[in-house]
């Protein structure tokens, strides 16, 4: 099981209007706590995320399949080790023209410092890139820009 479905058509979700709102407020906002130690739900409630002003039926459901999600999983996690070396390791993606409505594309990173993973992030990038390329560009600007900062954080906590 994933924590959402894949080719997912949630940004043309045509289902009705949740009677009472503030339930699906509640339940993302708590989903995003969980990100921290939870790095596979990233991409779920970022997706989530977007219908907070007028969440449907739709969005509904996918919410509570997280939730089974979590329930089926509750292994999986982030363990930050103590003894990781000091040594910055960075990865990105970017899914070419993977929002739906807007055709921008979803860029995302993952950092570890040695085997520990401190940074994380999947977002939709600014502009609608011409290519995959061009949006794989920019997610590794955009990676390598959170490898600098991360870097002189580390130095000037020293």
């Known amino acids: 099981m994933t924590p959402i479905e894949q080719q997912h058509t949630l940004a043309l979700?045509?289902?009705?209007?949740?009677?009472?709102p503030e339930c699906?407020?509640?339940?993302?906002?708590?989903?995003?706590?969980?990100?921290?130690?939870r790095p596979d739900l990233t991409y779920s409630?970022?997706?989530?995320?977007?219908f907070m002003?007028?969440?449907?039926?739709?969005?509904?459901e996918s919410a509570l399949r997280v939730v089974r999600y979590l329930k089926g999983t509750p292994g999986k996690g982030i363990l930050l080790k103590s003894?990781?070396?000091?040594?910055?390791?960075?990865?990105?993606d970017a899914g070419y023209a993977g929002c739906r409505l807007t055709r921008?594309?979803?860029?995302?990173?993952?950092?570890?410092?040695g085997s520990s993973p401190i940074s994380l992030k999947s977002k939709k990038q600014n502009v609608v890139s011409r290519s995959s390329a061009e949006?794989?560009?920019?997610?590794?600007?955009l990676t390598v820009g959170e490898l600098q900062w991360l870097r002189d954080v580390l130095i000037d906590s020293k």
């Open 13 to 20: 979700a045509t289902g009705r209007i949740l009677d009472d």
């Open 24 to 37: 699906y407020r509640r339940l993302v906002g708590r989903l995003v706590y969980l990100l921290a130690t």
């Open 45 to 50: 409630v970022h997706i989530l995320s977007q």
């Open 53 to 60: 002003k007028e969440p449907r039926q739709e969005h509904w």
């Open 83 to 92: 003894d990781s070396d000091l040594q910055l390791k960075g990865w990105c």
């Open 104 to 113: 921008r594309s979803l860029g995302s990173w993952f950092i570890t410092l």
């Open 135 to 141: 949006s794989e560009y920019r997610a590794m600007s």
